[in-house]
């Protein structure tokens, strides 16, 4: 028997862990030296010993310990315990690893940062909840290290309560400035993956080139009247908005760690404790400023995309309908047509056959039944009058015959309102032929509103005027009744048929009921074949 052989997989598990290895070798080296740099940077502006105003390194612990997963926390661990026997080394010549210094800290600082991340709302760049959960975790971070680890700092015994409070404060004011300064644009450049497309890379040029632009008039400005550098840190905030708005969260925190590294170059050039403290102040307001205030615009930019593609989805599912709609209202009138055909044909033609007869059987019929075919005849006559009111309904036939302004001035309208004694006007103005559905929609709409004026409004006074612009055809009723309430059962289903009729072609429905019930339409107008 074979047995399988079990060299691939070792292999396999050999690279991946050989990859594993490259990659917290990487992480670790790379905190090393991006902290080794913000130490020097930090070291410059110190303003009294041992005391920087802008602590940088803890805005790159803070990054680093977000975006890396957490089995490379160990990794980033022992980089901080080599970086500090690094600096033992530089200050005393001694080489001392010591991995339990700090060991409370450290671990209250790993719980607190896991504790965010895993949150129902973690520190991101992305939104404005996150935005707020990472300037919480800055502040809540050092707090911890400052208030209730400052006696690991050996410096600090010597120190009364007050001046210890005093230092405690500042120290991690500090701490929130270096943190709200660096770790928002660290994160920035972590996730910063724009595709190669032509209105990407425009985006990434514009903000470049206008960035430069404003970084070069600052520069330009401080060095031609250094006198005037407090007035340009108080307007370094309005480009930080003009930023924000135009390029969202990307020119937010981009442009407010540039102008931010302005201040503090020129806080380590003049080295002064009051001038520094200040910067330390602008250099907040600038960070949360633009960070608040980046991912509002951005999440705004982000609903406006969803909200436009969401419309052009409405807009394309409204066409579809209306195209239905237009169809189904096609489909009908083909179909009442064709009822209106038959009971004509069929059961109009019966009745008259019948009448005939029934005509005949009264000439030659005696006294006794007299009596009994007049009843027949009238009944017939009603069922004819009923079969020929229900054949205009379906179709009305003086539309085809007529047309529609015969149709409108001569037709079956004004004898309804006539027998109702309501007074009827029709005016015409019309620049071209009109399509035959627009025709029967003008016809079916006039026709539901001259029967609800007949029912419902108690007036004596119609007016319908059609007129038509070169793209529209614009249709007005109005009456002097008391009006319809949409309310009301009656009326409603009229006024909804009429809606329909008006939204199937694309056009819009409105009704006025203000001192008598005025209906206006407006259709899109179109020529007739």
């Known amino acids: 028997m074979n047995l399988p052989s079990v060299t691939p997989a070792f292999t396999f598990s050999a690279i991946a862990g050989i990859k594993e290895i490259t990659k917290h070798l990487l992480l670790g080296g790379i905190y090393f030296v991006a902290c080794i740099a913000a130490f020097w940077v930090g070291a410059n502006l110190e303003t009294v010993p041992e005391s920087s105003a802008i602590f940088i390194p803890a805005g790159i612990k803070i990054a680093f310990y977000l975006l890396s997963p957490t089995r490379y926390w160990v990794t980033l661990w022992l980089s901080s315990r080599a970086l500090a026997a690094h600096f033992g080394y530089l200050g005393s010549g001694v080489w001392e690893f010591n991995l339990l210094h700090g060991f409370w800290q450290e671990l209250c600082f790993y719980a607190l940062v896991y504790v965010f991340k895993h949150s129902r709302w973690p520190p991101s760049i992305n939104n404005s909840l996150g935005i707020l959960s990472l300037i919480l975790l800055c502040v809540a971070s050092t707090s911890i290290k400052w208030f209730l680890f400052s006696s690991a700092f050996e410096f600090t015994n010597i120190q009364v309560a007050k001046e210890l409070l005093q230092y405690q404060l500042n120290m991690c004011l500090g ?180 009448k005939t007869d029934l005509a005949i059987l009264s000439r030659i019929s005696n006294e006794k039944t007299q009596t009994f075919v007049t009843t027949l005849k009238n009944n017939a006559n009603a069922m004819y009058d009923s079969v020929y009111q229900l054949m205009h309904y379906l179709r009305p036939r003086e539309l085809d015959e007529l047309g529609l302004k015969k149709a409108m001035i001569q037709g079956r309208l004004k004898s309804l309102l006539n027998q109702a004694n309501i ?9 071209q032929a009109l399509s035959k559905e627009h025709e029967i929609a003008v016809y079916r709409i006039c026709q539901e509103a001259v029967t609800n004026c007949i029912k419902h409004s108690n007036a004596n006074s119609l007016t319908i005027t059609i007129k038509s612009s070169e793209h529209f055809i614009e249709l007005e009723i109005s009456d002097n009744g008391d009006g319809v309430k949409l309310t009301d059962n009656t009326g409603h289903y009229g006024l909804a048929f009429m809606q329909e009729r008006s939204i199937a072609l694309g056009g819009s429905f409105e009704v006025i009921n203000n001192g008598g019930f005025t209906i206006k339409v407006k259709l899109p107008i179109k020529a007739a074949d």
């Open 175 to 354: 701490d929130i400035t270096g943190s709200l300064l660096i770790a928002p644009f660290i994160m920035l450049v972590y996730s910063l993956k724009l595709p190669l497309r032509r209105p990407a890379l425009l985006k990434v040029t514009n903000l470049a080139l206008t960035l430069a632009i404003v970084i070069f008039v600052l520069i330009f400005a401080y060095l031609l009247r250094p006198d005037t550098y407090p007035l340009l840190r108080l307007a370094s905030l309005l480009p930080i908005i003009w930023f924000s708005y135009r390029f969202g969260i990307l020119g937010a925190i981009t442009s407010a760690t540039l102008i931010n590294a302005l201040i503090i170059v020129e806080a380590s050039i003049t080295h002064e404790p009051s001038n520094t403290y200040i910067s330390q102040l602008f250099i907040l307001a600038n960070a949360i400023t633009s960070m608040v205030l980046g991912a509002a615009i951005t999440e705004l930019k982000r609903k406006n995309v969803e909200l436009k593609k969401i419309n052009r989805a409405l807009t394309k599912q409204l066409d579809q309908n209306s195209r239905l709609a237009a169809k189904m209202v096609t489909v009908q009138e083909n179909e009442r047509k064709h009822l209106s055909q038959e009971l004509h044909d069929e059961l109009g033609q019966n009745l008259t056959a019948l």
């Open 423 to 431: 007074s009827y006007e029709v005016s015409f103005t019309l620049q």
